[in-house]
């Protein structure tokens, strides 16, 4: 699929790929909690890979297989506790769990920075794995699955996303962040934010899961969270020296260019709903 998109343009791939992704998306959330389970799993374990193999291009050697394996217990554990079939007291198996990355080091000779490395592993661990998991909390918010508290976060996210690419496209002039990221502008940012409050109106209409205030504190959030989850992805690219985080999806870069507000936003939304 991906070669078969490069004969298009920029904009049209990122629509296609948008189009199809959303639509995987939104069908995996809205139809079962084991379809929602599949595709956020999936999600989750590209981002952490794509993650890991960018840290391998700054020279660093993190252990990505046992990582991987660590974050997707994370995000499975995450999931079984929230559903109600294993108790809350599995979550203390991820910490010796993670601890065996200790010995693995061990038994790696020749590895200059073995503590580099191994800080590397599970800062993926919190950056990428975590957040996922994390969702699993607000979609069972309630005590049973509950599609829309997902489905409504997503949504921001994507109009958030889409009004500062085409603000800021057509309007960016006055440099956001110019240090870390030149093409980021002001008036891209407000026309996200504007985009994000418009749809953040209609899903309080009509998804009842939480109150008109609750989604706005969230859509607040998710505004902030995008763009500095956008801005601190591209002091990751620039540390490496690269623009793109991937090229799995095509007009939008890699998993981490496409979740990155995601995952900085989906922390703060959960502390929210549990604290108030």
């Not at 794509?50 to 991987?68: A, C, H, I, N, W």
């Not at 949504?155 to 030149?182: M, N, V």
């Amino acid at each position: 699929m991906t070669s078969a998109l490069k004969k298009y343009n920029n904009l049209t791939q990122r629509l296609i790929t948008a189009f199809l992704g959303a639509a995987v998306i939104i069908f995996g959330v809205v139809f079962s909690e084991w379809t929602y389970y599949a595709v956020f799993f999936i999600l989750c374990l590209c981002t952490l890979i794509e993650f890991y193999d960018l840290s391998g291009l700054d020279g660093m050697v993190p252990q990505k297989t046992f990582g991987t394996l660590c974050g997707m217990l994370i995000f499975s554990l995450s999931f079984f506790i929230e559903k109600g079939d294993i108790s809350y007291r599995y979550y203390f198996l991820i910490f010796p769990i993670v601890s065996f990355v200790y010995m693995i080091k061990l038994y790696k000779k020749f590895e200059r920075k073995p503590f580099t490395n191994i800080a590397y592993m599970i800062l993926g661990l919190f950056y990428v794995a975590m957040p996922f998991a994390l969702l699993n909390i607000a979609a069972y918010e309630n005590g049973y699955y509950n599609y829309e508290i997902i489905f409504g976060c997503l949504f921001i996210l994507w109009a958030s996303d889409t009004g500062a690419y085409f603000a800021g496209t057509l309007f960016g002039k006055r440099k956001l962040f110019e240090r870390i990221s030149p093409k980021k502008s002001w008036e891209g940012a407000l026309g996200g934010a504007l985009l994000a409050v418009i749809f953040t109106l209609s899903i309080a209409h009509y998804f009842q899961s939480l109150e008109q205030w609750q989604w706005i504190i969230i859509c607040i959030i998710i505004i902030i969270g995008g763009i500095y989850g956008d801005l601190i992805e591209s002091l990751l690219k620039r540390s490496i020296e690269i623009k793109d985080s991937g090229a799995s999806l095509p007009g939008h870069g890699g998993f981490l260019d496409r979740f990155d507000g995601l995952l900085i936003s989906a922390p703060f939304i959960v502390a929210f709903l549990e604290i108030f």
